[in-house]
Nanobody
Framework: QLQASGGGLAQSGCSLRLSCAAS????????MAWFRQAPGQERDTVAA????????YYTDSVKGRFTISRDNTKNTVYLQMDSLKPEDTAVYYC??????????????WGRGTKVTVSS
């Protein structure tokens, strides 16, 4: 089970940090990712992190602004979002166990957390 939190309302240029708490030891060895879905758009990969944290992936639009990390002692993955832009407004989802890392076939999904960035 994945539980995302940390969403909310932020002004453009500000920061938010999302957390995804995973239950079960299996997630310690699972690659994980954050996705987002804006209104009227498809769900897209934002960032992904390998199970040990040594490899990361970012979609081009968030490179240099977002940082994905994980703490396996806490079974938690984070998404630090800096320099937020209105176009980052979306519902953000965490996911685990991809069939093809970093973007495809995630088997487990958490409920989304909504991020709204005002200009």
């Amino acid at each position: 089970q994945l539980q995302a939190s940390g969403g909310g309302l932020a002004q453009s240029g500000c920061s938010l940090r999302l957390s995804c708490a995973a239950s079960g030891r299996a997630f310690i060895t699972s690659h994980m990712a954050w996705f987002r879905q804006a209104p009227g758009q498809e769900r897209d990969t934002v960032a992904a992190i390998s199970w040990g944290g040594s490899s990361t992936y970012y979609t081009d639009s968030v490179k240099g602004r977002f940082t994905i990390s994980r703490d396996n002692t806490k079974n938690t993955v984070y998404l630090q979002m800096d320099s937020l832009k209105p176009e980052d407004t979306a519902v953000y989802y965490c996911a685990a166990h991809p069939t093809t890392w970093p973007t495809d076939g995630y088997r487990y999904w958490g409920r989304g957390t909504k991020v709204t960035v005002s200009s």
